[in-house]
């Protein structure tokens, strides 16, 4: 069974940076798992924020950003603010003869 | 704007078949490399994704659900449909759909409907 994996929490002071990383089972994230980046608050559906590793939607804050650093997919967020509190996903591709796409298992950030 | 919207009972009896419905605006899922995809998030739980169908009829599913599900669209209608078989109270979970797009090298996802927490118990 294909496992992604994030960070279950991080906590980070308003103004600062941090990064939250995605790790697949089967090894290196590389481009090709077209990386999807989400955020959710209580009560509320998901936004997306990233895809394809680094594209941001034409309503993504600047301030969030996305990477591949050391065999994981990464989201950065610089210059945290307070409405930055929230779980966030990633969504991973895997091709082949039968593709499917798999979701982490979320991380906690909390602004602090 | 894209919007998504799901329907469906709210409530269904352990071994029943759930079927869901995606009504969608303002985009066709009869443009090439668009598409409409499930999701699903059991209460204080994480995102799981289901299945996914692409404007030319491809279907994709999750390994470990593809037995129990079935994912089909009406183009004419705006709508696509997700059916689960012999429903679990462990199925119990806001479904979500959400539009997919597939272009140039990007394969994204953009807009979600508002979710439909389904219940499932005797």
């Known amino acids: 069974q294909t496992v992604v994996t994030q960070e279950p929490s991080l906590t980070v002071s308003p103004g600062g940076t941090v990064t939250l990383t995605c790790a697949s089972s089967t090894g290196a994230v590389t481009s090709g798992y077209y990386p999807n980046w989400f955020q959710q608050k209580p009560g509320q559906a998901p936004r997306a924020l990233i895809y394809s590793t680094s594209n941001k939607h034409s309503w993504t804050p600047a301030r969030f950003s996305g990477s591949l650093l050391g065999g994981k997919a990464a989201l950065t967020l610089s210059g945290v603010q307070p409405e930055d509190e929230a779980e966030y996903y990633c969504?991973?591709?895997?091709?082949?003869?039968?593709?499917?796409?798999?979701f982490g298992g979320g991380t906690k950030l909390t602004v602090l | 704007q894209i919007t998504l919207k799901e329907s469906g009972p709210t409530l269904v009896k352990p071994t029943q078949t759930l079927t869901l419905t995606c009504t969608f605006s303002e985009f066709s899922l009869s443009t090439s490399g668009v598409g409409v995809g499930w999701i699903r998030q059991p209460p204080g739980k994480a995102l799981e994704w289901l299945a996914l169908i692409y404007w030319d009829d491809d279907k994709r599913y999750s390994p470990s659900l593809k037995r129990r599900l079935t994912i089909t669209k009406d183009t004419f209608k705006d709508q696509v449909v997700l059916i689960m078989t012999n429903m679990d109270p462990v199925d119990t979970a806001t479904y979500y759909c959400?539009?997919?797009?597939?272009?140039?090298?990007?394969?994204?996802?953009?807009?979600w409907g508002q979710g439909i927490l389904v219940t499932v118990s005797s």
């Open positions: 969504l991973l591709y895997y091709g082949g003869a039968q593709p499917f796409w798999v």
């Open positions: 959400a539009r997919t797009e597939a272009y140039s090298s990007s394969l994204l996802w953009d807009y």
